[in-house]
Structure formats: C-alpha cells, structure tokens
C-alpha cells in the first residue's frame, strides 16, 4: 500500500496570513501515460463528512474559493491556503487514488492563532 | 445537487452482522463507481470496499466478511457487515467515486459501533 504522511500534524496560523500542508507518498503517484498526480485534498470540519477541495494535485473543485491551492508532483504535494480565514479551522486529508487501496494522509489539524 | 443518504448502522455485538444502505440522488447513479470508506479513532480515514460496473473491490482487513452491492434501479449501495469485530467501529461513508478517481460527494456518515 502507498503510504500518506502529512506535516505537520497541526498547525496555529494568524488570520489573513498563509498555511502550508506538506504531503508525502512513499511511492509516485504520478501516471506518466497522462501525466497526471492521481492526488487529492479535502477538508473536513467538525461533524461532517470530508468535502472535496483539490484533485489532480492542483485543480480547484468547483465552488472552493481561490484562497485554496494545490502544488507538487511524483512523491511530494503542497496544499496552500494563501490568507486563512476563519472558517477554514478544519482537519485537512490528502489521499491518493493512484493504486488500490486508496489511502489518506493522517490529516493536519488547522486552527487560528 | 448531488446528495448521498446512508443508513443502518447502529450498535452491534462482535460476530453480528448489519447492512448499510446508500441512496443517490443528483446524477447519473449507474455510470459512476461508488465507494465506502470508514473514520475510526485508531486508523483513520480508511477505503473499505468499492465497486465499478459490476466489479467489487475489498480492503484486505474486511475481505471474506463485508459485501459491496449496487442495485441500479433504486440508486442505492450497499454494504453487507458480517463477523464484525470491534476495530470495525466507526462512521462509514459512502461517496461517488473510486476506481482512480477522486472521491466528489460524500454521504453524511452512518455510524458502526461494535461492542457487547
């Protein structure tokens, strides 16, 4: 199975300011017949189901605001949010659905500090 | 809008059995792989089972005792909890995706406790 580490494990960030998430697959997860990174981000809040965020490692899901970003390629991902708001204090996965089983990162917890 | 509905989870002793349900609405249910993933304390959020077409696929920690089910007609998943063990506890999601896909709608959650 394709191990998912994430960094860090959570993470205190003023509002307004930025919040990076690394993550780590133990293998590629880049196909190179389309060359595409099978990657993806969602973010979960309390009590709900995790919501999709980014998929092919930096398309934007329809409807997520542009403050979200996704980076990285092969092995290693960024998931960048570029002025934290308040209502981006969630739990954040990364998962990749390159190879079965798919798997997912152990998530970031965000807050404000 | 795309809504996925779980139910039938509950409480359940170990070496019961329960069957979850999914009901789809929003889109073309029978062209899609669908998916059934689980959130526990211990491990996380875990793939458990999928299925494509007619073709099923299992997580090596539930094969031989859950079954993954689709019927068409009525836009509904589902899955089949047999020999449940207490490390099978947790919220179980559906969600439309899988297959080498990324994983678009997610249900609610059901949740799954196993204990006597």
């Known amino acids: 199975d394709i191990v998912m580490t994430q960094s860090p494990d959570s993470l205190a960030v003023s509002l307004g300011e930025r919040a990076t998430i690394n993550c780590k697959s133990s293998q590629s997860v880049l196909y190179s017949s389309n060359n595409k990174n099978y990657l993806a981000w969602y973010q979960q809040k309390p009590r709900q189901p995790p919501k999709l965020l980014i998929y092919?490692?930096?398309t934007r899901e329809s409807g997520v605001p542009d403050r979200f970003s996704g980076s990285g390629s092969g092995t290693e991902f960024t998931l960048t949010i570029s002025s934290l708001q308040a209502e981006d204090v969630a739990v954040y996965y990364c998962?990749?659905?390159?190879?079965?089983?798919?798997?997912f990162g152990q998530g970031t917890k965000l807050e404000i500090k | 809008e795309v809504q996925l509905v779980e139910s039938g989870g509950g409480l359940v002793q170990p070496g019961g059995s329960l069957r979850l349900s999914c009901t789809a609405y929003?889109?073309?249910?029978?062209?899609?792989?669908m998916t059934w993933l689980r959130q526990t304390p211990g491990k996380g959020l875990e793939w458990v089972s999928g299925?494509?077409?007619?073709?099923?696929y299992y997580a090596d920690s539930v094969k031989g005792r859950f079954t993954i089910s689709r019927d068409n007609s009525k836009n509904t998943l589902y899955l089949g909890l047999n020999s449940l063990r207490a490390e099978d506890t947790g919220v179980y999601y559906c969600a439309k995706g899988g297959s080498r896909w990324y994983f678009d709608s997610w249900g609610q959650g059901t949740l799954v406790t196993v204990s006597s």
């Open positions: 092919w490692a930096s």
């Open positions: 998962q990749q659905y390159y190879s079965s089983p798919d798997t």
């Open positions: 929003g889109f073309i249910f029978s062209s899609n792989a």
């Open positions: 299925i494509s077409g007619f073709t099923e």
